[in-house]
């Protein structure tokens, strides 16, 4: 029982980081029906400019949490960029020309590019990122949890609420809202559903860069540590439906866990066939995700 408490712990941290990612191809959805498959290349690139920003203070004297929350704001603010970048280069004429699959390869196109920028920039080999927190592990129950852990779960959960929380209370959020619920309608009454794109891809590449520093304290950091998290959070999205924010955080749990489970009881060679699985059975039985509404088309 200790055991499964200790892989339920693990996989709900791992969960959590595959959820922000999945709450990033959410936002883009939303208001564009479009995807951003270069998300793991973001979550990449916010944990490499962060392992560069964190040791450019910690050479200046700060210590290791001074100079990580310091460094989350320069990240946030990357990622922001990055994604706004990556809807004007590569997503706004296929939106504007209605193509189906312009916007496909110019998002996979740019994760391309950024992977082979990183990798001439920071090297091919994996890199420390100094964890902020300490090491040493805490024990409830016989259950042994990393601070670092904990750290990730509360600020996934918080970066979801505060976005939620802009979304809903802010002009600019109901402006987001409106351009997801009729984006034809949103632009008659004078939004700029083109900003409004632009800014969820900006808020999608954020939450990306802002998941890659939470998991990289925990991780090793690389150029090529953002493409199986990619992939895995993109399931994560059509298994909890891409339409819910309740259903990300569930999928994302549910494919950390079952991971974990099936990496330590069968075998780790296996630990990725449970949730292709599940994915498969909710493509078959329903494709909209366990928690997505069904749309209907009017022809």
């Known amino acids: 029982m200790q055991i499964l408490g200790q892989l339920i712990v693990s996989g709900i941290s791992v969960g959590m980081i595959y959820g922000v990612i999945a709450f990033g191809y959410q936002l883009t959805f939303a208001t564009s029906k479009t995807l951003n498959f270069g998300q793991g290349e973001a979550l990449m690139l916010g944990a490499l ?174 150029a090529t540590m953002g493409a199986a998290l990619g992939l895995k959070a993109f399931a994560v999205a059509i298994i909890g439906g891409l339409s819910s924010g309740i259903g990300v955080v569930v999928g994302g749990l549910i494919l950390g866990i079952t991971e974990n489970l099936t990496g330590f009881y069968i075998s780790t060679g296996y630990k990725d066939v449970p949730g292709l699985l599940l994915l498969l059975l909710v493509l078959s039985l329903k494709p909209a995700g366990l928690f997505g509404a069904k749309a209907i088309k009017k022809v």
Not at 61 to 81: K, R, S
Request: net charge neutral; glycine share 10%; with cysteine.
């Open 49 to 222: 400019v962060g392992l560069t920003t964190i040791n450019f203070l910690i050479g200046a004297g700060l210590g290791n949490l001074a100079a990580f929350l310091i460094m989350l704001p320069v990240v946030c603010v990357f990622g922001l960029l990055q994604g706004a970048a990556v809807e004007f280069f590569g997503v706004r004429q296929a939106v504007k020309n209605k193509s189906d699959s312009g916007w496909i390869m110019a998002t996979i196109a740019l994760g391309i590019i950024f992977k082979n920028m990183a990798e001439n920039i920071w090297g091919h080999d994996a890199l420390r990122f100094p964890s902020p927190l300490p090491e040493a592990a805490i024990s409830f129950g016989g259950v042994r949890i990393q601070p670092m852990e904990i750290a990730i779960v509360i600020g996934a959960i918080a970066l979801m609420i505060a976005i939620e929380i802009f979304n809903r209370r802010s002009i600019y959020g109901k402006a987001v809202i409106a351009t997801a619920n009729d984006r034809d309608a949103a632009g008659l009454m004078g939004i700029d559903t083109r900003l409004v794109i632009m800014f969820s891809y900006a808020l999608s590449s954020m939450s990306a860069a802002f998941a890659g520093v939470l998991v990289a304290p925990v991780t090793l950091t690389g």
